[in-house]
Nanobody
Framework: EVQLVESGGGLVQAGGSLRLSCAASGFTFDDYAIGWFRQAPGKEREGVSCISSSSGYTYYADSVKGRFTISSDNAKNTVYLQMNSLNPEDTDVYYC?????????????WGWGQGTQVTVSS
């Protein structure tokens, strides 16, 4: 069974940091890319970052470039999203999902986790 489980969210003050984890199982981790998205109630899902562990390719949305870092631990089938210099606009539910190759079309992604809430207070 394909499963991706997010963790690491929480409440943090503006300027603080959090590290999100996405633990994957049920498929060959090395063959796919993993993307992070975020979504607030009533808003469009926004692509945040993506990594292809086999090629080393990474993608960042302009809104997080320079503040967030995505990495992959293939031995643990886990992708991390290190989020620094957080601001209230980063408050969202963060989701991870798998895809054949990083894409800005979230309809191509599968195995969506349940999400983890990130709240940044001002």
């Amino acid at each position: 069974e394909v499963q991706l489980v997010e963790s690491g969210g929480g409440l943090v003050q503006a300027g603080g940091s959090l590290r999100l984890s996405c633990a994957a199982s049920g498929f060959t981790f090395d063959d796919y890319a993993i993307g992070w998205f975020r979504q607030a109630p009533g808003k469009e899902r926004e692509g945040v970052s993506c990594i292809s562990s086999s090629s080393g390719y990474t993608y960042y949305a302009d809104s997080v470039k320079g503040r967030f870092t995505i990495s992959s631990d293939n031995a643990k089938n886990t992708v991390y999203l290190q989020m620094n210099s957080l601001n209230p606009e980063d408050t969202d539910v963060y989701y991870c999902a798998a895809v054949e190759a990083c894409s800005d079309s979230y309809s191509l992604y599968w195995g969506w986790g349940q999400g983890t809430q990130v709240t940044v207070s001002s």
